[in-house]
C-alpha cells in the first residue's frame, strides 16, 4: 500500500507554544484528512482539505492541502493540555482508499 | 445521525475461537473500511468493501481472515482460529459515496484480547 511519512513521531511542548506536524507522500491525493486520537478511542476527524493549495482552518487547528498535492501540513496555535493525543494524516487516493500516516504523538506539559 | 457503530466494544476470545466483529456505517454512507492497530502503533489498512463487494482486501492475512458487507446489516469483520497475535484494536470507518473527495469517519473500535 501507500506510504505516508509523517513527522515528527512525538513532540513534548510547553502549555501555549504553537505545534507543527507535516505528512508527504509518494503519490498524489485527492483529498488530505486530519485525525486526533485519544487513547482507547477511535480517530476522529479535525480537518478535510479537498484542493491542492487549500488553506483550512478549525479553531486553533490550521492545515494545508500541498501544491503538489503530495502533502500536508498541521499546525495547532495556543496548545492546551486537552490537544495531549496522536493526530494522524491521511490521504485519498483517486481508487477512494485511504492511507494513513504512522502518527504523531503529542505531549503538553501544563 | 447515528456516527459509525462498532461492537462489541470489548472482546475477549481463547486461542482457536472465533471473533466476529461488528461494523455498522454511518447512514448513507456505502463504503466501508477495516484497519488493525498495535498498541502504540498506527493504523493498518485491512480491507475495503462496498455493499456485496470487496473493493481492495490487500492488506488482509490470505488466511483465517474475511470480512464481509452485506446488503442489509452491519459489515462483519470475521476472525477464525484466533492466535495471541491478533491481539489488536479493529477499527472501522465509513465514507459516503465513491468518485467524490470525502471523509472517512471512525467507529470506537473493538479491542480484541486472545488468551
Known amino acids: 500500500g501507500q506510504q505516508l511519512n509523517q513527522s515528527p513521531q512525538s513532540m513534548f511542548i510547553q502549555e501555549g507554544e504553537d505545534v507543527s506536524m507535516n505528512c508527504t507522500s509518494s503519490?498524489?491525493?485527492?483529498?488530505w484528512l486530519w485525525y486526533k486520537q485519544d487513547p482507547g478511542e477511535g480517530p476522529v476527524l479535525l480537518i478535510a482539505?479537498?484542493?491542492?493549495?487549500e488553506l483550512t482552518s478549525n479553531g486553533r487547528l490550521t492545515a494545508q492541502f500541498g501544491i503538489t498535492r503530495k502533502d500536508s501540513f498541521l499546525n495547532i496555535s495556543a496548545s492546551i493540555p486537552s490537544d495531549v493525543g496522536i493526530y494522524f494524516c491521511?490521504?485519498?487516493?483517486?481508487?477512494?482508499?485511504?492511507?494513513f500516516g504512522t502518527g504523531t504523538s503529542l505531549t503538553v506539559i501544563p | 445521525n447515528a456516527g459509525v457503530m462498532q461492537n462489541p466494544r470489548h472482546l475477549v476470545r481463547r486461542r482457536g475461537q472465533e471473533a466476529r466483529l461488528r461494523c455498522s456505517p454511518m447512514?448513507?454512507?456505502?463504503?466501508v473500511y477495516w484497519y488493525r492497530q498495535l498498541p502504540e502503533e498506527g493504523l493498518k489498512f485491512m480491507v475495503y468493501?462496498?455493499?456485496?463487494?470487496?473493493?481492495?482486501e490487500s492488506g488482509m492475512p490470505k488466511e483465517r481472515f474475511s470480512a464481509e458487507f452485506p446488503k442489509e446489516g452491519p459489515s462483519i469483520l470475521r476472525i477464525q482460529q484466533v492466535v495471541r497475535g491478533d491481539s489488536a484494536a479493529y477499527f472501522c470507518?465509513?465514507?459516503?459515496?465513491?468518485?467524490?473527495?470525502?471523509?472517512?469517519?471512525f467507529g470506537q473500535g473493538t479491542r480484541l484480547t486472545v488468551v
Open positions: 468493501l462496498q455493499k456485496e463487494n470487496i473493493i481492495d
Open positions: 470507518a465509513s465514507s459516503p459515496v465513491q468518485g467524490a473527495s470525502t471523509e472517512a469517519f
Open positions: 447512514k448513507g454512507h456505502s463504503h
Open positions: 482539505l479537498y484542493k491542492a493549495g
Open positions: 503519490s498524489i491525493f485527492n483529498t
Open positions: 491521511a490521504g485519498q487516493s483517486v481508487g477512494n482508499q485511504f492511507y
